[in-house]
């Protein structure tokens, strides 16, 4: 199992890189050319949320992407350090974790774009961070003819 790990500042112009790392190494690991520019797509919406998330919430540390190639798949992890609500802690007029609707409606969205890109997705999210898990399959290495 190779893994790279990826660690950016929570700006928005990193968020291009991730794309272009991440696309790289699905590539590499054997994901179809057809599903990259889902890669490319689903890990940019992931990592925009991530670094939305750090921003309004005033947090310095980095964006974490672990980029993983397994023996049939290929997946993403993209992870945050945002804290994010808890079912039975909201204030009025906040989502819950200090989220507004708007911001609550924006995240969703971009959830949703994530969820149509990718048929393997997990997302888990807590009082200390969040974490979205995107998984391909990977096609076996093609065998030359001897």
């Given at each position: ?75 993403i992890e993209v992870g ?67």
């Open positions: 199992m190779a893994t790279v790990e990826l660690l950016f500042s929570a700006l928005p112009e990193h968020v291009r890189t991730a794309r272009l790392v991440a696309a790289a190494v699905a590539r590499r690991a054997g994901v179809e050319e057809a599903v990259l520019d889902e890669v490319r797509l689903a890990v940019g919406e992931a990592c925009t949320r991530a670094v939305g998330l750090h921003q309004s919430n005033g947090i310095s540390a980095p964006v974490r992407v672990l980029l993983t190639e397994e023996e049939k798949q290929f997946s945050d350090e945002a804290p994010h609500a808890v079912p039975g802690e909201r204030a009025p007029g906040t989502t819950g974790a200090g989220e507004t609707d708007a911001e609550a409606e924006e995240d969703e969205m971009g959830l949703a774009v994530i969820s149509g890109l990718v048929d393997d997705v997990e997302v888990t999210a807590g009082q200390s961070g969040g974490q979205i898990r995107m998984s391909w399959p990977t096609m076996p290495p093609a065998t030359l003819p001897a």
